[in-house]
Antibody
Framework: QVQLVQSGAEVKEPGASLKVSCKAS????????FHWVRQAPGQGLEWMGWINPNSGITNYAQKFQGRVTMTRDTSITTASMELSRLRSDDTAVYYC????????????????WGQGALVTVSS | QSALTQPPSVSGSPGQSVTISCTGT?????????VSWYQQPPGTAPKLMIY???NRPSGVPARFSGSKSGNTASLTISGLQTEDEAEYYC???????????FGGGTKLTVL
């Protein structure tokens, strides 16, 4: 069965960087887009961007341009998301989510989700 | 403030039907059939319930249905069950540089 297992919770200081990983199993890793979505405590969902694990091509929401980098390592079927210059309002649960077929233009829905990684930004 | 507008809460009794609305603009819901709905019980990851306005993934009960009219999408849950109690989020592709917008979420209470 499809599983996305994320790295654990982290505490970061303002100005630092975070890197969250997402290990995929149960399907062809390169066959589907990966998206990253975050959720601040008690708040709604916010989409950050996607990576095509087949080509490595990425697309980020304008809000995160210049601060976010999404990568993938096909040898270990793992996608990662790095966010730099952290601020207190980056405190959130970060989710990876599987998207649509990577052979076609991206469709923006997310059918499997990781368990989430809580990142707390505090001095 | 979320880009898509949902009612903060809805409620219903077991066996009844409820509809959750999601209002956007002509730049998102009104133009694209790229609306999806997610169910999120407390402390868990979201789960896809509806995609491309009205399609149900395998494993999602037929009690869940989606529709769209103009700039408003709707999720209808018929035959309410206690396990349906959760937060529900709508989502749409948008022509803006954010690409994806979510609603603020609707808390469904099954009385």
């Amino acid at each position: 069965q499809v599983q996305l297992v994320q790295s654990g919770a982290e505490v970061k200081e303002p100005g630092a960087s975070l890197k969250v990983s997402c290990k995929a199993s149960g399907y062809t890793f390169t066959g589907y887009y990966f998206h990253w979505v975050r959720q601040a405590p008690g708040q709604g969902l916010e989409w950050m961007g996607w990576i095509n694990p087949n080509s490595g091509i990425t697309n980020y929401a304008q809000k995160f341009q210049g601060r976010v980098t999404m990568t993938r390592d096909t040898s270990i079927t793992t996608a990662s998301m790095e966010l730099s210059r952290l601020r207190s309002d980056d405190t959130a649960v970060y989710y990876c989510a599987r998207g649509s077929n990577s052979l076609y233009p991206v469709l923006y829905y997310f059918d499997y989700w990781g368990q989430g990684a809580l990142v707390t930004v505090s001095s | 403030q979320s880009a898509l507008t949902q009612p903060p809460s809805v409620s219903g009794s077991p066996g009844q039907s409820v509809t959750i609305s999601c209002t956007g603009t002509s730049s998102d819901i009104g133009y694209y059939n790229r609306v999806s709905w997610y169910q999120q019980p407390p402390g868990t990851a979201p789960k896809l319930m509806i995609y491309e306005v009205s399609n149900r993934p395998s494993g999602v009960p037929a009690r869940f249905s989606g529709s769209k009219s103009g700039n408003t999408a709707s999720l209808t849950i018929s035959g309410l069950q206690t396990e349906d109690e959760a937060e529900y989020y709508c989502c749409s592709y948008t022509s803006s540089s954010t690409y994806v917008v979510f609603g603020g979420g609707t808390k469904l209470t099954v009385l």
